[in-house]
């Protein structure tokens, strides 16, 4: 009988066997790695897109807020000017009213009446003088209270002083100065 070696034939199909094994795994490997790596590049070019987003979103952020604080200011702006235009309005229709009221307080002046000194703060106005008698004061107060410019009239001081061989009242009186506006509209104060 002839004796055959299956031996080395084993052997062989082994070898092959690990050979295709240590290929398969090196192959695995090689896919894992690339798979891996591709991953990473992937991953990596999506950040780097966001980023480059985040970038451009950041330089519209900040030119929006650099819009927002020049119309803030330009509001700021807008109503300062309207203030003075106010202000200015206010002034050119109250310019007559100086002019009434000196007008009106000649006219409500009763003879034997001087006036000394005329004080205006807002619409209160003091008025100081001298009289050839207290009845005269209440004639400058009567006719204050009817006058059409000048209202409230209230007596502060009246003294008497001898001035050479006669003798005069000093007095301070306030009144309220009817503003233009009230008069035009027919409004009248108390």
Known sequence: ???????????????????????????????????TLVSKLTVKQWTENQTTRNDVLKA???????????ILGLENQKERLLARMDIIEQLQRSRPEIVHLFDEL????????????????????????TAQSSTRVSALMRNIDDSDWLSDPGLDVVETVDVGAGRNARFTIFAEQVSL??????VSLP
């Open 106 to 129: 000649v006219e409500t002046l009763p003879q034997g009446v001087y006036l000394t000194e005329i004080t205006q703060v807002a619409g209160r106005i003091e008025i100081l003088g």
């Open 1 to 35: 009988m002839p004796r055959i070696n299956l031996l080395p034939w084993r052997e062989g199909l082994r070898q092959k066997r690990k050979k295709d094994f240590f290929t398969a795994i090196g192959a695995a490997v090689l896919i894992a790695g690339l798979i």
């Open 181 to 186: 506006n009230d008069v035009e509209n027919g």
């Open 60 to 70: 519209e952020i900040t030119e929006l807020d650099r819009r927002i604080e020049e």
